[in-house]
């Protein structure tokens, strides 16, 4: 009797529980998207999607949640989007989402624009213990997890197979590339007189020997590290300057130009006719980003990608340095708002959209990379010859450029430096020995320069 | 009755003067002076705009090495820890309830983490008193904090008595109250930097050509057009002015994109300088030459076609009996031009001159869509590196405050030059009354 009342209590309180007018939360998300294009869609569905799980989970729990997402896109280009967030953030009304380069947590959480992800979620759960541990170190900030990765990366570098071949390359010789690459024995030294032999036989023209990207970008990074320059210094968390290394690295954009394998002129092409022509066999070598694999197969239409293009690690410059390559993985950030709660939902909308399978999603579709350990099981990515091979080959190697406040500015005058040298308006030696005045007087003790 | 008009006549005046005053308060004091203010400051994303909160962080204790402060403190703050003492268990009993606190107790009392993630894991070994929500399970791992790393505080007083509560030496606030700020400072290393740099130097220098040529261009080319439209038929001429004005009514954008067209190594000029055996080549990036011509042409056809409007209907109010009175006296069209038309043109193109100065100084929409300072900095004029500065940085960090010291430097120069200008042509003779009214 007395158990049966006890249970009677019980269930009349569970019924009242659920029949009491539960907590109701309408929000409304934004997520505001910067450098991306419809291949990228997924970085704004997958909130959406992640948004409809949710609110499952929250009804389970008794709790009514409404969650609308809005995203956005369509920016003018990265300026027009970080003045964007900032600019909005300052007024508070900055979105809730955002994805951006992971260089922007150092000066957003500085400013306190962001607030770190690890306030609102157990990184002990799946997915985010199913990460690749350097992904996730690279979405964090002086030991605080603010953000998580929303995709990889890397920039590989590329050969024509057919220009190989015409400067005496077997298909073995071709196969055999990225191995020597990325054992160091294929160095810039080879990449200079193979790019010249192309020229000067007549396949490639003047100026295609090699093809640089054509505006700053992380890859410029990646020959500073060729060459043995090293960007932070792993003790200190200090910015470094290798002034030998800097220098070979603009030498060889000297070297470049003076063999008639890159145009002097080369900087400020127009992008859409540098990915035709790199997609089409117009250059001999070239670099580019994991991503460009999506362009060159679609818009550019080369339909035997793997039939015409090799791909490998940036080489080594010399013997000082190794083969590399930069990854530059974009991260999802909650933004400090008002409410507590409208943080908390964000996090939880990320955790989810960084799951395995909607993930690969965003992966596939856009040619990126993968983001966690278990995106092997998802057949869809699992089967994707690029994102297998490109896994494989690149990211295991991969590093990315440092949280820094300064860092802006080590890149800014790294490059200025660069295109200074490569124009011949300066030459590499003046060109560094101005680097490290400007960067020494702008970093001063958040500097080394070895 | 009387008496009263004096003043409603003033508040009408200062009516229809107000609007005015708005505009210029708004659009020409306002920027000045917020250029100014910013230009002290090291203002720069990071440190936001509105203001800042207290912040210690890791990549702070590297800046506070070099400081004043004791090993004890730094080394306090470098070795930041959650323990579970008493006084954490404390606040776990007052947070959630006391059998909690117990059961945590006789797991982990006197245990030191490293992170709050692994006092998270420890809080996991709860097994009869469970925390069933990642929130609460947070909360409970902060109230074993002993230091104020990482914490984020509103108000400086809340920041100092936080560093009270954790131990730190009173000697060391003002040190850590000063490095935790997240907001910007007043500071002269903004203009220190700029003289400091030889790169200002080169800006400055790339500025003084391409004001010099451009307006040169500007003046010389408006005046060449004006005359010789002058001597054609009114509808010829209209026709010739109408085509030179298209460069000021065309959509930046659009108009430099022609200017594409015309020089990239694809382009046009490429294409027929082939026929002659010239290998194409990039005529506006080639060399710094090449850019310099191509920036000078492209801001000089906009400008010249104001110059154009400008002394054409100053010629027009040339008497036409003073022209036709020379060619009485046998003139020829130079003498017409050099004794009649150029002198009566005196005001015009002070006027111009002044004015195109001034806003060659400060712009700089054309070199960025054209060269963005390229070929490897050749074309960066001041205002460019102010933008670049203040606006455009992969990295994420933008300089504001120095941006905005760039920006001051121009201030500054427009007023002096104005005020020369004014001087050097004698503006109030200028704007005098005809001496046959005084």
């Known amino acids: 009797m007395k158990h049966f009342t006890l249970g009677t209590t019980a269930l009349v309180a569970a019924l009242s529980a659920f029949a009491l007018p539960a907590a109701s939360k309408d929000l409304t998300v934004t997520v505001w998207a910067g450098g991306s294009n419809d291949a990228d869609a997924y970085r704004i569905d997958n909130i959406k999607a992640a948004a409809e799980i949710l609110s499952r989970e929250y009804a389970i729990m008794g709790e009514e949640l409404n969650i609308t997402v809005e995203g956005r896109r369509d920016f003018g280009g990265w300026e027009e989007f970080k003045q964007g967030v900032t600019l909005a953030a300052e007024a508070g009304t900055a979105p809730n989402i955002v994805v951006t380069s992971h260089m922007d947590i150092a000066p957003w959480s500085q400013a306190g624009y962001i607030v770190p992800v690890?306030?609102?979620?157990?990184?002990?759960?799946?997915?985010?213990?199913?990460?690749?541990?350097?992904?996730?170190?690279?979405?964090?900030?002086?030991?605080?997890?603010?953000?998580?990765?929303?995709?990889?990366?890397?920039?590989?570098?590329?050969?024509?197979?057919?220009?190989?071949?015409?400067?005496?390359?077997?298909?073995?010789?071709?196969?055999?590339?990225?191995?020597?690459?990325?054992?160091?024995?294929?160095?810039?030294?080879?990449?200079?007189?193979?790019?010249?032999?192309?020229?000067?036989?007549?396949?490639?023209?003047?100026?295609?020997?090699?093809?640089?990207?054509?505006?700053?970008?992380p890859d410029y990074a990646q020959f500073y590290q060729s060459f043995g320059g090293v960007l932070q210094d792993p003790e200190t968390g200090k910015l470094v300057l290798d002034r030998e290394s800097m220098q070979e690295f603009y030498q060889f954009f000297v070297d470049a130009v003076e063999a008639k394998i890159t145009r002097k002129n080369h900087l400020g092409t127009d992008w859409g006719q540098?990915?035709?022509?790199?997609?089409?066999?117009?250059?001999?070598?070239?670099?580019?980003?994991?991503?460009?694999?999506?362009?060159?197969?679609?818009k550019e239409g080369n339909e035997d990608f793997f039939g015409t293009i090799e791909f490998s690690l940036i080489p080594s410059g010399d013997g000082n340095g190794r083969p590399n390559t930069i990854t530059h993985p974009l991260v999802y950030l909650v933004t400090d708002q008002s409410d507590d709660q409208d943080e908390e939902i964000a996090a939880q909308l990320i955790k989810i959209a960084s799951g395995p399978r909607l993930n690969s999603l965003h992966a596939i579709k856009s040619a990126h990379l993968g983001i966690g350990q278990q995106q092997s099981n998802i057949e869809l990515y699992a089967n994707n010859q690029w994102a297998a091979e490109a896994t494989e080959r690149l990211l295991s190697a991969a590093n990315a450029q440092p949280n820094h406040l300064g860092y802006g500015a080590f890149s800014e005058a790294m490059f200025k430096g660069l295109e200074a040298s490569w124009t011949g308006a300066q030459s590499p030696a003046d060109a560094v020995a101005e680097l490290e005045t400007e960067l020494r007087a702008k970093l001063g003790d958040d500097l080394i320069v070895r | 009755m009387p008496r009263t008009s004096k003043p409603r006549f003033n508040w009408l005046g200062f009516g229809f003067l107000a609007p005015a005053m708005a505009v210029v308060m708004l659009f020409f004091l306002a920027p000045v002076i917020m250029t100014a203010f910013f230009a002290f400051t090291n203002m720069s994303t990071s440190t936001g705009i509105t203001g800042g909160d207290y912040?210690?962080?890791?990549?702070?204790?590297?800046?506070?090495?070099?400081?004043?402060?004791?090993?004890?403190?730094?080394?306090?703050?470098?070795?930041?820890?959650?323990?579970?003492d008493d006084a954490g268990l404390a606040r776990l009993a007052a947070a959630r309830d006391q059998a909690t606190a117990d059961e945590f107790r006789t797991l982990h009392y006197d245990a030191t983490f490293a992170s709050r993630r692994d006092v998270e894991r420890a809080l996991k070994d709860l097994r009869t008193n469970r925390i069933r929500k990642t929130r609460d399970r947070k909360d409970a791992a902060e109230l074993f904090t002993t230091s104020v790393m990482d914490e984020r505080f509103d108000e400086e007083s809340d920041f100092r008595s936080a560093l009270a509560a954790s131990g730190i030496n009173q000697a060391d606030?003002?040190?850590?109250?000063?490095?935790?700020?997240?907001?910007?400072?007043?500071?002269?290393?903004?203009?220190?930097?700029?003289t400091s740099l030889s790169s200002s130097w080169r800006y400055a220098m790339n500025t003084a050509i391409y004001v010099a040529f451009t307006l040169a261009f500007n003046v010389g080319f408006g005046l060449f057009l004006a005359i010789s439209t002058f001597y054609l038929s009114p509808g010829v001429a209209a026709t010739f002015r109408t085509i030179w004005f298209l460069p000021r009514v065309l959509p930046p954008v659009l108009y430099v994109l022609m200017w594409y067209w015309l020089t990239w190594d694809t382009g046009i000029i490429s294409t027929l300088a082939r026929y002659f055996g010239i290998a194409p080549r990039n005529w506006m990036l080639d060399t710094g030459t090449n850019a310099w011509i191509v920036v000078i042409l492209i801001n000089g056809f906009v400008g010249a076609s104001l110059g154009m409007i400008l002394f054409s209907s100053a010629i027009k109010a040339i008497p036409a009996s003073m022209l036709y009175a020379s060619e009485v006296d046998g003139a020829n069209r130079w003498q017409q031009v050099r004794y009649i038309i150029l002198p009566q043109l005196r005001w015009p193109i002070l006027f111009t001159s002044s004015y195109q100065t001034l806003s060659l100084l400060t712009s700089f929409e054309y070199i960025l869509l054209a060269t963005d300072g390229g070929p490897g900095g050749t074309t960066e004029v001041w205002a460019l590196a102010a933008y670049h500065t203040a606006l455009n940085n992969y990295g994420g960090?933008?300089?504001?405050?120095?941006?905005?010291?760039?920006?001051?430097?121009?201030?500054?120069?427009?007023?002096?030059?104005?005020?020369?200008?004014?001087?050097?042509f004698n503006f109030k003779e200028l704007v005098s009354k005809p001496r046959i009214e005084q």
């Not at chain 2, 121009?410 to 050097?424: A, C, D, E």
Request: proline share 4%; net charge negative; glycine share 8%.
């Open chain 2, 55 to 84: 912040l210690l962080s890791q990549s702070d204790l590297l800046g506070l090495e070099n400081k004043d402060i004791s090993p004890e403190t730094l080394d306090a703050l470098n070795n930041a820890e959650y323990r579970v």
């Open chain 1, 118 to 217: 690890e306030d609102y979620l157990d990184l002990d759960t799946f997915p985010l213990n199913d990460l690749y541990p350097n992904l996730l170190e690279i979405a964090a900030y002086n030991d605080i997890q603010w953000g998580i990765p929303q995709d990889a990366e890397s920039r590989p570098f590329f050969f024509w197979k057919d220009t190989m071949r015409g400067i005496g390359y077997s298909d073995a010789d071709i196969a055999a590339l990225p191995g020597r690459v990325a054992s160091g024995e294929y160095t810039f030294e080879n990449v200079l007189q193979d790019a010249k032999k192309a020229v000067d036989m007549g396949i490639v023209e003047e100026g295609y020997g090699f093809y640089p990207r054509p505006s700053n970008g």
């Open chain 2, 173 to 194: 606030h003002d040190t850590l109250v000063q490095e935790a700020y997240t907001g910007w400072i007043w500071t002269t290393e903004n203009i220190e930097l700029l």
């Open chain 2, 397 to 424: 960090n933008l300089q504001y405050g120095l941006g905005a010291a760039y920006a001051l430097v121009l201030v500054v120069i427009g007023i002096i030059t104005s005020l020369l200008y004014l001087r050097f």
């Open chain 1, 274 to 298: 540098w990915y035709t022509e790199v997609a089409n066999g117009k250059a001999a070598t070239w670099h580019g980003g994991t991503w460009h694999y999506a362009r060159y197969t679609g």
